[in-house]
T-cell receptor
Protein backbone atom coordinates (compact mmCIF):
# COMPACT_ATOMS: atom_id res chain seq x y z
CA UNK A 1 0.00 0.00 0.00
CA UNK A 2 1.16 3.49 -0.72
CA UNK A 3 1.32 6.28 1.80
CA UNK A 4 2.64 9.80 2.16
CA UNK A 5 3.91 11.52 5.29
CA UNK A 6 4.37 15.26 5.43
CA UNK A 7 6.51 16.36 8.35
CA UNK A 8 5.17 19.48 9.97
CA UNK A 9 1.55 20.52 9.68
CA UNK A 10 2.59 24.15 9.86
CA UNK A 11 5.78 25.85 8.67
CA UNK A 12 6.53 29.54 9.13
CA UNK A 13 9.29 31.39 7.28
CA UNK A 14 10.27 35.01 6.78
CA UNK A 15 9.89 36.65 3.40
CA UNK A 16 13.06 35.98 1.41
CA UNK A 17 14.00 32.90 3.42
CA UNK A 18 14.36 29.36 2.14
CA UNK A 19 11.19 27.29 2.01
CA UNK A 20 11.57 23.57 2.77
CA UNK A 21 8.49 21.37 2.99
CA UNK A 22 9.16 17.72 3.73
CA UNK A 23 7.50 14.70 2.17
CA UNK A 24 8.32 11.02 2.59
CA UNK A 25 6.53 8.28 0.72
CA UNK A 26 6.03 4.58 0.86
CA UNK A 27 5.36 2.62 -2.30
CA UNK A 28 5.83 -0.96 -3.45
CA UNK A 29 6.33 0.15 -7.05
CA UNK A 30 8.26 3.07 -8.52
CA UNK A 31 6.03 5.98 -7.66
CA UNK A 32 4.73 9.01 -9.42
CA UNK A 33 4.97 11.92 -6.97
CA UNK A 34 3.22 15.27 -6.96
CA UNK A 35 3.11 18.52 -5.06
CA UNK A 36 -0.12 20.50 -5.07
CA UNK A 37 -0.89 23.93 -3.60
CA UNK A 38 -4.23 25.04 -2.21
CA UNK A 39 -5.05 28.68 -1.56
CA UNK A 40 -7.90 29.48 0.86
CA UNK A 41 -11.32 28.43 -0.47
CA UNK A 42 -9.82 27.16 -3.70
CA UNK A 43 -9.19 23.82 -5.36
CA UNK A 44 -5.76 22.26 -5.78
CA UNK A 45 -3.20 23.44 -8.31
CA UNK A 46 -0.37 21.24 -9.49
CA UNK A 47 3.04 22.68 -8.62
CA UNK A 48 5.21 19.89 -10.04
CA UNK A 49 5.39 16.16 -10.62
CA UNK A 50 7.98 13.39 -10.75
CA UNK A 51 7.33 10.65 -13.28
CA UNK A 52 10.65 8.76 -13.30
CA UNK A 53 12.56 11.15 -15.54
CA UNK A 54 14.96 13.67 -13.98
CA UNK A 55 15.21 13.40 -10.20
CA UNK A 56 15.28 17.19 -9.78
CA UNK A 57 11.93 18.55 -10.87
CA UNK A 58 11.24 22.21 -11.46
CA UNK A 59 7.72 23.51 -11.07
CA UNK A 60 5.78 26.71 -11.22
CA UNK A 61 6.33 29.80 -9.05
CA UNK A 62 10.02 28.99 -8.49
CA UNK A 63 9.43 25.72 -6.60
CA UNK A 64 11.43 22.56 -7.15
CA UNK A 65 11.62 19.12 -5.60
CA UNK A 66 14.20 16.36 -5.61
CA UNK A 67 13.32 12.68 -5.73
CA UNK A 68 15.66 10.69 -3.48
CA UNK A 69 14.94 6.99 -3.73
CA UNK A 70 17.40 6.03 -0.98
CA UNK A 71 15.62 8.34 1.45
CA UNK A 72 12.11 7.77 0.00
CA UNK A 73 11.75 11.54 0.03
CA UNK A 74 10.40 14.20 -2.28
CA UNK A 75 10.94 17.48 -0.40
CA UNK A 76 9.72 20.77 -1.87
CA UNK A 77 11.98 23.81 -1.83
CA UNK A 78 12.02 27.42 -2.92
CA UNK A 79 15.11 29.61 -2.44
CA UNK A 80 13.26 32.78 -1.46
CA UNK A 81 9.76 32.91 -0.02
CA UNK A 82 7.20 35.49 -1.14
CA UNK A 83 4.13 36.59 0.76
CA UNK A 84 2.03 35.12 -2.05
CA UNK A 85 3.42 31.63 -1.25
CA UNK A 86 1.31 31.45 1.90
CA UNK A 87 -1.00 28.49 1.29
CA UNK A 88 -1.41 24.82 2.10
CA UNK A 89 0.81 22.36 0.27
CA UNK A 90 0.02 18.72 -0.35
CA UNK A 91 2.35 15.94 -1.38
CA UNK A 92 0.74 13.01 -3.21
CA UNK A 93 1.75 9.62 -4.60
CA UNK A 94 0.26 7.49 -7.34
CA UNK A 95 1.12 4.17 -8.93
CA UNK A 96 -0.99 4.95 -11.94
CA UNK A 97 1.91 4.84 -14.34
CA UNK A 98 2.57 1.20 -13.61
CA UNK A 99 -0.89 -0.12 -14.27
CA UNK A 100 -1.96 0.41 -10.72
CA UNK A 101 -5.59 -0.26 -10.10
CA UNK A 102 -6.12 2.57 -7.70
CA UNK A 103 -6.53 5.31 -10.22
CA UNK A 104 -6.28 7.85 -7.51
CA UNK A 105 -3.82 10.01 -5.65
CA UNK A 106 -2.88 9.31 -2.06
CA UNK A 107 -2.37 12.65 -0.34
CA UNK A 108 -0.40 13.63 2.71
CA UNK A 109 -2.18 15.61 5.42
CA UNK A 110 -0.83 18.89 4.11
CA UNK A 111 1.53 21.59 5.39
CA UNK A 112 0.33 25.13 5.92
CA UNK A 113 3.01 27.62 4.95
CA UNK A 114 2.98 31.04 6.59
CA UNK A 115 5.24 33.81 5.31
CA UNK A 116 6.14 36.64 7.70
CA UNK A 117 6.99 40.10 6.37
CA UNK B 1 -10.11 26.55 -22.23
CA UNK B 2 -12.47 26.04 -19.32
CA UNK B 3 -11.15 24.16 -16.33
CA UNK B 4 -12.98 21.68 -14.14
CA UNK B 5 -16.23 23.25 -12.99
CA UNK B 6 -18.23 22.20 -9.96
CA UNK B 7 -21.70 23.20 -8.86
CA UNK B 8 -23.00 24.42 -6.59
CA UNK B 9 -20.16 26.20 -4.81
CA UNK B 10 -21.99 26.03 -1.51
CA UNK B 11 -24.72 23.68 -0.34
CA UNK B 12 -26.50 23.60 3.00
CA UNK B 13 -28.53 20.53 3.87
CA UNK B 14 -30.27 19.14 6.91
CA UNK B 15 -29.21 15.86 8.50
CA UNK B 16 -30.93 12.94 6.81
CA UNK B 17 -31.42 14.73 3.48
CA UNK B 18 -29.71 13.90 0.21
CA UNK B 19 -27.12 16.05 -1.54
CA UNK B 20 -26.19 16.04 -5.22
CA UNK B 21 -22.93 17.58 -6.36
CA UNK B 22 -22.00 18.06 -10.00
CA UNK B 23 -18.73 18.16 -11.89
CA UNK B 24 -17.87 19.01 -15.48
CA UNK B 25 -14.40 17.85 -16.49
CA UNK B 26 -12.08 19.63 -18.85
CA UNK B 27 -13.15 19.08 -22.44
CA UNK B 28 -11.66 15.82 -23.73
CA UNK B 29 -10.97 14.37 -20.29
CA UNK B 30 -12.57 10.98 -19.67
CA UNK B 31 -11.55 10.30 -16.06
CA UNK B 32 -13.20 12.01 -13.11
CA UNK B 33 -12.17 11.69 -9.46
CA UNK B 34 -13.99 12.79 -6.32
CA UNK B 35 -12.25 13.65 -3.06
CA UNK B 36 -13.52 14.70 0.35
CA UNK B 37 -11.57 17.30 2.29
CA UNK B 38 -12.91 17.35 5.82
CA UNK B 39 -11.45 19.45 8.61
CA UNK B 40 -8.65 17.58 10.27
CA UNK B 41 -8.88 14.57 7.96
CA UNK B 42 -7.06 15.84 4.90
CA UNK B 43 -7.93 14.83 1.36
CA UNK B 44 -9.52 11.43 1.04
CA UNK B 45 -10.25 9.62 -2.21
CA UNK B 46 -13.94 8.89 -2.75
CA UNK B 47 -14.62 7.67 -6.27
CA UNK B 48 -13.03 7.31 -9.70
CA UNK B 49 -15.03 7.18 -12.93
CA UNK B 50 -13.59 6.51 -16.34
CA UNK B 51 -15.47 6.10 -19.62
CA UNK B 52 -18.76 5.93 -17.73
CA UNK B 53 -17.70 3.15 -15.37
CA UNK B 54 -16.86 3.25 -11.68
CA UNK B 55 -13.22 2.09 -11.55
CA UNK B 56 -12.51 2.37 -7.87
CA UNK B 57 -13.90 3.73 -4.64
CA UNK B 58 -12.34 4.76 -1.38
CA UNK B 59 -13.23 3.66 2.11
CA UNK B 60 -16.63 5.36 2.31
CA UNK B 61 -20.07 3.89 3.08
CA UNK B 62 -22.47 2.99 0.25
CA UNK B 63 -24.56 6.11 0.86
CA UNK B 64 -21.81 7.89 -1.08
CA UNK B 65 -22.45 7.09 -4.72
CA UNK B 66 -22.23 8.68 -8.10
CA UNK B 67 -22.22 8.25 -11.80
CA UNK B 68 -20.59 9.50 -14.95
CA UNK B 69 -22.66 10.57 -17.91
CA UNK B 70 -21.94 9.97 -21.63
CA UNK B 71 -20.51 13.50 -21.87
CA UNK B 72 -18.10 12.53 -19.02
CA UNK B 73 -19.64 14.92 -16.50
CA UNK B 74 -20.24 13.37 -13.13
CA UNK B 75 -22.55 13.51 -10.14
CA UNK B 76 -21.79 12.67 -6.55
CA UNK B 77 -24.77 11.73 -4.40
CA UNK B 78 -24.67 11.57 -0.64
CA UNK B 79 -27.74 10.01 0.96
CA UNK B 80 -28.87 10.15 4.58
CA UNK B 81 -26.57 13.06 5.33
CA UNK B 82 -24.73 13.09 8.62
CA UNK B 83 -23.12 16.07 10.35
CA UNK B 84 -19.65 14.65 9.69
CA UNK B 85 -20.30 14.76 5.94
CA UNK B 86 -19.71 18.50 6.13
CA UNK B 87 -16.62 19.07 4.01
CA UNK B 88 -15.20 20.50 0.82
CA UNK B 89 -15.81 18.04 -2.01
CA UNK B 90 -13.28 18.32 -4.80
CA UNK B 91 -13.62 16.94 -8.28
CA UNK B 92 -10.65 16.37 -10.56
CA UNK B 93 -10.32 15.20 -14.14
CA UNK B 94 -7.56 13.71 -16.23
CA UNK B 95 -7.14 13.04 -19.93
CA UNK B 96 -7.37 9.28 -19.50
CA UNK B 97 -7.13 6.62 -16.83
CA UNK B 98 -3.39 6.36 -17.32
CA UNK B 99 -2.68 10.09 -17.24
CA UNK B 100 -0.20 11.34 -14.71
CA UNK B 101 -1.84 14.69 -14.04
CA UNK B 102 -5.22 15.52 -12.57
CA UNK B 103 -6.77 18.98 -12.69
CA UNK B 104 -8.94 20.06 -9.79
CA UNK B 105 -12.08 22.14 -9.61
CA UNK B 106 -12.76 24.76 -6.93
CA UNK B 107 -14.90 22.41 -4.91
CA UNK B 108 -18.37 22.34 -3.39
CA UNK B 109 -18.61 23.28 0.26
CA UNK B 110 -21.27 21.03 1.81
CA UNK B 111 -22.58 21.99 5.22
CA UNK B 112 -24.90 19.61 7.06
CA UNK B 113 -26.89 21.15 9.90
Amino acid sequence: AQSVTQLGSHVSVSEGALVLLRCNYSSSVPPYLFWYVQYPNQGLQLLLKYTSAATLVKGINGFEAEFKKSETSFHLTKPSAHMSDAAEYFCAVSDLGYGGSQGNLIFGKGTKLSVKP
Amino acid sequence: EAGVTQSPTHLIKTRGQQATLRCSPISGHTSVYWYQQALGLGLQFLLWYDEGEERNRGNFPPRFSGRQFPNYSSELNVNALELEDSALYLCASSLASWSTEAFFGQGTRLTVV
